[in-house]
C-alpha cells in the first residue's frame, strides 16, 4: 500500500508516478486517483496519453521541466502544492518513471511537511525498468553484473557533476543507467575509459521510452560518446545504459 501521512478528507496530495509514458503501466491506483482528484499538476514526461486518464472535474496544470526550455521553477511548484490543499481539494502531483528517482521529490515533501499537509506516495514503474524490458534485457547477471546503479549524468548548472565516484562507476561488474546525460556522456565516457573501464563495455541509448517513437541504440561507450559528440543529443528524453548487459548476449 502506499505510504500515507495523515490522510483525511481535507486536502491532501497524492504523488503519482506514471511509468515512462505507456498508460497501460499505470497501477491500478494510480488510474483510479487520477480519475476523482480536484487538480493534477504534471510534468512534460506525464503529459501526453496518461492525461487521457484525469478525469473531466481536475484542473490540468503543467509545471514541467526540461532542459534547455523555459520551465516552472521548484519554488512554483511546492507553492502551487500548498495552495490547492490548503483550499480543500485532492492534487495529484504526476511525475514520469517513479517520482523517487531524480524527480525532485523531496523538495515537494519537505514543502507539503512544513505546511502539515497529508500526502501518499504511489510508486509506478521507473523508466530504467522499462528501458531494459523493451530491450529485452535483465539489469542484473549472475558472475557478471552483481550490482545496479543510477546516477545522474547532470548537476543544477546542467554539467556532468564534479562528485562522482568514477571508481565505482567505471566498475565492469555494475549495470550502469545514466539519467539526463545525453549532453555530459561524452566527457562521462571519457573519465570512466580513464579509471579503467573498456571502451568496448556495451552501452544503450534509450530515447523516448513507451512512447511511439521510441528508439534503441546499441553500441558501446566509446562509440556511443563519439556519436552524441557527432550528432548532439536528442530532444526527447533518454537513459542510457551501460556494463555487462548493455546490448545482452
Partial sequence: MPHRENMSSKGHVSFVSSGPGDPELLTLRAIRLLQSCDV??????ASGPVLEQVGPQAERIPVGKRAGRP???????????VEHAQAGKHVVRLKSGDSGV???????????????????IVPGVPSAMAAAAM??????RRQTARRLQFVTGADVTGGLPEDQNWAALADPHATTVVFMGQRTFPQMAALLIQNGLPADTPALLAEAVGHPHQRLIRSTVAELARQLTTEGPSPHPALILYGPLALGD
Avoid: M, W
Fill in 40 to 45: 493534477v499538476l504534471y510534468d512534460d514526461l
Fill in 71 to 81: 520551465s516552472a521553477k521548484q519554488e512554483h511548484v511546492n507553492a502551487l502544492l
Fill in 102 to 120: 531524480f524527480g525532485r521529490l523531496e523538495e515537494e515533501l519537505t514543502a507539503l511537511r512544513d505546511h502539515d499537509i497529508p500526502f501518499e
Fill in 135 to 140: 530491450a529485452g534485457l535483465p539489469l542484473t
